[in-house]
């Protein structure tokens, strides 16, 4: 098993001579998928008759919900032992991660902070310094997401000495999405995965009309502590997340030659490429149809225009005084 250790900077609790030798960033233990065939066979074999699927099967899906960290750049992934264990025990590819705990700290943080959500959820580029090390007296909360497992490791550019952190794997990432996306919107719990069920078929039908009623009423009002200059970053993050929650590909702010779009959905079959805009006093048509030039004029649909699926581009305009989502125009 493996255990994570967060060094906290700036607090004189050691001396000089006496500081702990960091190993944030070293070979730890854990279990790998080598000691997974070598150890847990039985369990394999029992997991995959409870839920009628093959060994390989099995395998393939305990490395889709439990695999996928990696505390160094050079080592090979390690599964959760407790949520491997879990499932063992429980026979059933279970969320588990969040049965010993929520990340109420991170969440109350992000509330205050809408503008940290998106690059969180999006995969993040970092230095090893902004997310090695906790340091109480700032802001950036990169460091105890990392240190408490909700991201991981999963590319290193040597010459830059760029790390890229992101979800570790589907139990982690629907998991986290899911916690936070009811803390952001209005949708009761209980009809939350509906909803998201919802959206998944009307994009899977291109009624994008429905797609974003959806997403209109789960939005809630701007809550009081975010300032109104926040007010697009805080509607970007939630569109985002809701987008996430239906397993398909989301991008934000993706870099073209111009510019970045806001925000990218692709199916299997479609690709969605949505500019959002605030109203600022303006006309609803006038903002919109700005939005759909910018698409074009940025050339965000070009990358796609040789993939062979079906492009639809979207203006969704949004209320600068925080009253939500007002419309959209399909171009």
Request: hydrophobic residues 35%; charged residues 25%; negative net charge.
């Amino acid at each position: 098993m493996h255990f994570r250790i967060t060094k906290v900077s700036h607090i004189n609790i050691f001396s000089g001579l006496n500081q702990l030798n960091d190993i944030s960033l070293n070979r730890l233990c854990g279990i790998s998928e080598t000691e997974l065939e070598n150890y847990f066979e039985p369990e394999i074999k029992t997991l995959a008759e409870r839920k009628k699927l093959t060994v390989q099967q099995t395998k393939e899906h305990l490395t889709e919900m439990y695999d996928g960290y990696h505390f160094s750049h050079n080592v090979e992934g390690v599964y959760n032992p407790f949520c491997l264990f879990k499932c063992f025990s429980e026979k059933d590819f279970g969320s588990y991660w969040f049965e010993s705990g929520t990340p109420s700290f991170l969440v109350k943080t992000l509330q205050k902070q809408p503008m940290s959500l998106t690059g969180l959820i999006n995969g993040r580029k970092a230095k090893e310094d902004q997310f090695k090390n906790y340091d109480p007296d700032s802001q950036n909360m990169l460091p105890v997401i990392y240190q408490s497992g909700y991201l991981t490791i999963k590319d290193f550019e040597e010459e830059k000495r760029v790390y890229t952190l992101d979800f570790p794997n589907r139990e982690i990432r629907e998991g986290f999405l899911e916690v936070l996306l009811k803390k952001f919107v209005t949708v009761p719990n209980d009809d939350l995965g509906l909803a998201i069920a919802n959206l998944c078929d009307a994009l899977e039908t291109h009624n994008i009309d429905l797609a974003l009623s959806i997403i209109k009423t789960a939005i809630a009002d701007l809550p009081t502590i975010v300032k109104k200059d926040m007010c697009e970053n805080y509607y970007e993050s939630i569109t985002h997340l809701m987008f996430r929650m239906t397993g398909y590909n989301v991008v934000s702010e993706l870099q073209s030659v111009v510019g970045r779009s806001d925000v990218i959905v692709t199916t299997k079959d479609s690709v969605f490429i949505l500019e959002l805009k605030m109203d600022k006093g303006q006309p609803f048509e006038v903002v919109a149809a700005e939005a759909l030039t910018q698409i074009d004029a940025n050339g965000y649909a070009e990358r796609f225009a040789v993939n062979g699926k079906q492009l639809f581009k979207i203006g969704i305009v949004f209320s600068s005084k925080g009253k939500g989502m007002i419309g959209w125009k399909i171009g």
